[in-house]
């Protein structure tokens, strides 16, 4: 009984160390939380983009002017193209310069009405629902000043965009320009001249894109504390059961210890020889120079050996698992009898599938014991 607790003991020891291995190897990688709302500063070079579009742009006559002619009377405006470039500072403020338009009319004049401008942009979407690189939908208004046929002007609006894949967006908006013909731009009347633009195309992005999240130090520190907590608690657990088993091999009354052969060159523990999956064969070829080792002492001794073999039960049925223990077994046998060891001297046999070892393939062997 006392040996077996010092068995316990020990193996108790050990195990705790290996428990607390397999704690941390087991444990997850978990993703780092991050604040939806922060991100790292990008560089020069990063979210750069270009949009190419097209669409129409008219000027809009006080009194009583139809809004279909917007679009479909001439007099008053003209189809054209848009193109940008541009860059993302961070998820939710950008700055572009546009040019859009062709020579258009006004009031049934001629007018020129190419635009250039520069906007700052707000995306919506990021600002107020936290940054996301695979968001599909953004809402992006935009303000801006610059020309509009020759004459300053100043232009507010809002972009819809869609994603459609890693660097690429379709977009939609709308804005209306206020142009200073007569130097009054910034006393809202009527002395000012309105131009609504309406235009739609693709947004390509440049090189890097994207912005790398910032992580959240407070739910970081939460998460390790809580890992920390759950690795103490098995620690604390085994060290309860280590210091419970040493409690009664304490209480054990001394026994007489008797004295065991000491074999030469090989001990009397018991020696493995392992096998792959589904196999006969010895794993390795190295398990030839420990059967040798085994040869040698048992002849030195003039011991017997008890070869027995065995397979993994977590793969194969009964009946199979006990045909492979019995073929592993006779391998081995087959081996120390070339080395010089009668077969008289060894009792072979096959135990079939077991589970006393993790992982699976530790089971998948032979052991050998030595005896006078």
Known sequence: MKRFLVVLAMAGSVSGLTYAQEVVESMEVVEV????YVVQTNKFWNNWFVSVGGGFTSGI???DKNWSDLFFDNNYGRWGF???VGKWFTPGLGLRLKFNGLDGAYEGKSHDQRAY???ALFNASNMFMGYSDTRVWNVVP???????GGHSSMDIGVQSSWRLSSFMNFYVEAALFMADRHGKM?????????????????????GESGFEPVPDMSALMALNAAELDALNAALAEQQAENASLKNQLAQQPREVVKTQTIYKGVGS????VFFNLDSSEMASPKEMVNLQAIADAAKANNAKLTITGYADSATGDAAYNQTLSQRRADTVAAALEKMGISRANMTVAGKGGVDTLQPDSYNRRVIITMSE
Request: charged share 20%; glycine share 8%.
């Open 33 to 36: 939380p991050t604040d939806k």
């Open 61 to 63: 006559r006080h009194g």
């Open 82 to 84: 848009d193109v940008a």
């Open 117 to 119: 401008r520069a906007e």
């Open 142 to 148: 935009f303000a801006g000043f610059g020309f509009i």
């Open 186 to 206: 910034l006393k809202f009347n009527n002395s000012y001249e309105r131009y609504m633009n309406f235009s739609a195309g693709l947004t390509f992005n440049l």
């Open 269 to 272: 523990v018991p020696q493995s």
